[in-house]
């Protein structure tokens, strides 16, 4: 069945890096687009960053442009999002989504806590 399991979420000080990865299994990832979305407490869910099934084009919401970092291997079935320079306003539970067409599938959250 499709799977979709993040890691990497943690507690970091402002201005800290962190690196989160999501494995993909029982679907075609490569033909699919990913993203990474986050939930902060009390907030709707919003869309972090996209990249594309083949061309890996990016695309980011502005609150994180110039400081995270989507990416993803076709080979291995895994996404990352790679994080730095991170400020207290990125804490949420982020989650990675794969989509193609109407179809999708969603994780199950990893928590990243900036705070010092």
């Known amino acids: 069945q499709v799977q979709l399991v993040e890691s990497g979420g943690g507690l970091v000080q402002p201005g800290g890096s962190l690196r989160l990865s999501c494995a993909a299994s029982?679907?075609?990832?490569?033909?699919?687009?990913m993203s990474w979305y986050r939930q902060a407490p009390a907030k709707e869910r919003e869309l972090v960053a996209t990249?594309?099934?083949?061309?890996?084009?990016?695309n980011y919401a502005d609150s994180v442009k110039g400081r995270f970092t989507i990416s993803r291997d076709n080979v291995k079935n895994m996404l990352y999002l790679q994080m730095n320079s991170l400020k207290p306003e990125d804490t949420a539970v982020y989650y990675c989504?794969?989509?193609?067409?109407?179809?999708?599938?969603w994780g199950q959250g990893t928590q990243v806590t900036v705070s010092s």
């Open positions: 029982g679907f075609t990832f490569s033909s699919y687009v």
């Open positions: 990249i594309s099934s083949i061309y890996g084009n990016t």
């Open positions: 989504r794969g989509g193609r067409g109407k179809i999708e599938s």
